[in-house]
Nanobody, 122 residues
């Protein structure tokens, strides 16, 4: 499984960005995929999750502003994070993650991308 994020960048407060994560070779029929974020010296924070049934969950800090979605192809899944009304506190390195075969999202993720930086200026 190879996961590659893209779409990060620098925006002003109130702006939007769309992150993508291409997960090639990730073919589980039941799974959980997620976005996390982290700043240097701080704990990693879960941002949003989506499972094979397209059930989604969000951190309180991003509810109503971020949307997680997923598309599937033969042997690849592509995870998205649409981020609107961005705030300076959303600045972080964003990582996508994917689980082994699971029925519902939990806390364990087996595969991680390399991260993409999002910077929001005031």
């Amino acid at each position: 499984v190879h996961m590659v994020e893209s779409g990060g960048g620098s925006v002003q407060s109130g702006g939007s960005l769309r992150l993508s994560c291409a997960a090639s070779g990730y073919t589980y029929a039941r799974f959980c995929m997620a976005w996390f974020r982290q700043n240097p010296g701080k704990e990693r924070e879960g941002v949003a999750t989506i499972d094979a049934y397209r059930d989604t969950r969000y951190a309180d800090s991003v509810k109503g502003r971020f949307t997680i979605s997923l598309s599937e192809d033969n042997d690849k899944k592509t995870l998205y994070l649409e981020m609107n009304s961005l705030k300076p506190e959303d600045t972080a390195m964003y990582y996508c993650a994917a689980s082994y075969y699971v029925w519902r999202c939990g806390n364990d993720f087996a595969y991680w991308g390399q991260g993409t930086q999002v910077t929001v200026s005031s």
